[in-house]
C-alpha cells in the first residue's frame, strides 16, 4: 500500500462508538467522597482547601487508595474528590492518616466524608482533567511532601 490512501485509516469504514462502556472502576465496592471549595474568588479558602485535597492525596498515595475527580456545582466550584479503597485494612489506614491529622482530625472523617452514588462514581475521572491546574498543582505539593515524610505512619 506505499503511495496509496487507506479508505480504512482515514476513517470512511471506521465505527463509531455510539455506546460508552463502564469505567473500570465502577463496580469497586467501597468508596468515599470529599466536597472542597476552589473557589478563586476567595485566595485563601481556595487554599486552605487544595492543603486538604493534598492531604487526602497523599494518603491516598501511601494506603494504594484509588483517586478520583469530578465538579459537584460548578456555580460554587465545588469539587469531589472520590477514594477507593484496595481493602478494608487499607481504608482503616486512610481514615487514620486523617484522624492523625491536626488541620484535619476526627472531625473530617464524622463530617466531610460522604458515601457517593453510583452516579459520581460513573462521572469521575482523573483529577489532572477536573481540578483547577493552580489548586492541582498545591495540593500535589503537599500530597508529595506527605509521602516523601514518611510511609510508615500516620502524617501531616
Known amino acids: 500500500m506505499t503511495g496509496q490512501h487507506s479508505d480504512f485509516i482515514s476513517g470512511d469504514y471506521s465505527t463509531t462508538v455510539y455506546h460508552t462502556p463502564e469505567p ?3 463496580n469497586e ?3 468515599l467522597c470529599a466536597v472542597e471549595f476552589l473557589n478563586d474568588e ?3 479558602g481556595r487554599d486552605l482547601a487544595a492543603d486538604t485535597i493534598g492531604y487526602l ?3 491516598a498515595q501511601l494506603t494504594n487508595t484509588r483517586s478520583l475527580a469530578l465538579i459537584g456545582d460548578p456555580s460554587m466550584m465545588a469539587f469531589e474528590i472520590l477514594f477507593s479503597f484496595s481493602s478494608p485494612a487499607e481504608k482503616k489506614r486512610f481514615l487514620d492518616f486523617i484522624r492523625s491529622n491536626d488541620e484535619l ?4 472523617v464524622e463530617n466531610d466524608l460522604i458515601q457517593p452514588v453510583k452516579d459520581e462514581i460513573r462521572i469521575a475521572g482523573p483529577l489532572v ?3 483547577p491546574p493552580q489548586a492541582l498543582t498545591r495540593a500535589l505539593l503537599v500530597a508529595t511532601t506527605v509521602c516523601s515524610a514518611t510511609s510508615q505512619g ?3
Open 24 to 26: 473500570l472502576w465502577i
Open 29 to 31: 465496592p467501597d468508596w
Open 42 to 44: 476567595d485566595p485563601e
Open 57 to 59: 492525596l497523599g494518603y
Open 105 to 108: 482530625g476526627n472531625e473530617y
Open 129 to 131: 482533567k477536573v481540578l
Open 154 to 156: 500516620p502524617t501531616q
